[in-house]
């Protein structure tokens, strides 16, 4: 089959490449060519006030090479088709024009970004009437008119009418995975402009035979560039310092974590009622700020970082991930749901 979807997260843009096409065989497209926004399809730039910038940052045809300013760095162009390279993910992406769009068989159309859930409707009842719609929804407070939703929450009752799958985004489990070598005595966060600095400096100040890292967009050490060094620095991490306030729909970088037997250190209330929440025991998988003074949670990594005590958390969250992520077998179940589409 033919699928076309929008692209504005680049983990979970990867997590369906890896699933219709390296797991159930089909072909992805994305948007390229800015008619999809001027022909009002697209509307990533709106929260922007319609920015041409973002336009082009998203959707530019003529700049060369990837990077934040230009997601498109073309190294391929056949048969209509652009060969986006995206070094991030060490892998390429099919993207085709408005036109392209127009004259391809296309079997389904699934909208991630909410938005979408109304331009792509109007954009099948126009040009492929016989396309099935489906929403990808990641954030909890999401609702959708779309009948199909391929929903990467914590699951919820199910609305009358829809057809509806649960699962995890899938990422590259050879890269994030447990490493045999005990880790360096460093407390990382990954969580974009570090929420709560203050907190993580107060921890910081105190716990001197610890290296506390920040990286992410405005963090203290820069962004990293690449999956592979993402995974490296949290293999060789003791602990993922994750404070983010309402936590995430999915959250790639706390399920990377545990993929990586890595526990965190976090405030439990971020992922109540979150899918992320399921990884999280304190003292078990993680360590919960909130639950404990200041005093109490200081001493408490201390007794967690020594060699037995660190063991038995890091065999844990790795566990813990294992009993909550199952790639494979949800897989089959978003194959069975593709074929109730409605």
């Not at 105190?206 to 993402?230: A, H, M, Q």
């Not at 949800?330 to 194959?335: G, R, T």
Request: proline share 4%; charged share 25%; net charge negative.
């Amino acid at each position: 089959m033919n699928i076309f979807c929008d692209f504005h997260h680049g983990g979970l843009y990867e997590s369906l490449r890896l699933l219709f096409e390296e797991r159930l065989g089909h072909q992805l497209f994305r948007p390229i060519g800015e008619e999809w926004f001027l022909e009002d399809y697209w509307k990533l730039a709106e929260p922007y006030s319609g920015s041409l910038e973002t336009v082009r940052q998203f959707l530019s045809i003529e700049a060369n090479g990837f990077s934040s300013e230009n997601l498109n760095g073309i190294n391929e162009y056949k048969d209509g088709i652009y060969y986006i390279k995206d070094p991030i993910h060490n892998t390429s992406y099919k993207a085709i024009t408005l036109e392209k769009f127009r004259e391809m068989d296309i079997d389904i159309v699934i909208s991630s970004y909410q938005p979408h859930d109304i331009t792509f409707a109007k954009l099948i009842k126009e040009y492929k009437p016989k396309a099935k719609h489906i929403s990808q929804m990641g954030n909890i407070f999401q609702t959708t008119e779309v009948n199909n939703v391929l929903c990467s929450t914590k699951a919820y009752p199910i609305p009358a009418g829809k057809n509806v799958v649960f699962y995890h985004q899938e990422f590259d489990l050879n890269i994030f995975k447990p490493q045999s070598a005990r880790p360096s005595n460093l407390i990382t966060s990954f969580v974009n402009c570090l929420p709560k600095p203050e907190l993580f400096d107060q921890y910081k100040s105190v716990l001197s035979e610890f290296d506390f890292k920040s990286y992410g967009i405005s963090c203290r050490d820069g962004t990293i560039n690449t999956l592979e060094e993402i995974g490296d620095i949290m293999k060789n991490s003791m602990f993922g310092w994750h404070i983010k306030p309402d936590g995430d729909g999915f959250g790639h970088i706390i399920h990377n974590w545990y993929a990586c037997g890595r526990p965190v250190i976090t405030n439990f209330s971020d992922y109540q009622g979150k899918l992320a929440g399921e990884l999280l025991t304190d003292g078990i998988t993680a360590l919960n700020l909130e639950g404990h003074t200041f005093d109490e949670n200081v001493e408490r990594i201390k007794y967690f970082s020594q060699p037995d005590q660190y063991l038995y958390m890091s065999v844990n969250a790795r566990y813990r991930f294992e009993q909550t992520v199952d790639f494979d077998k949800e897989a089959q179940d978003i194959k069975s749901f593709l074929t109730r589409l409605i």
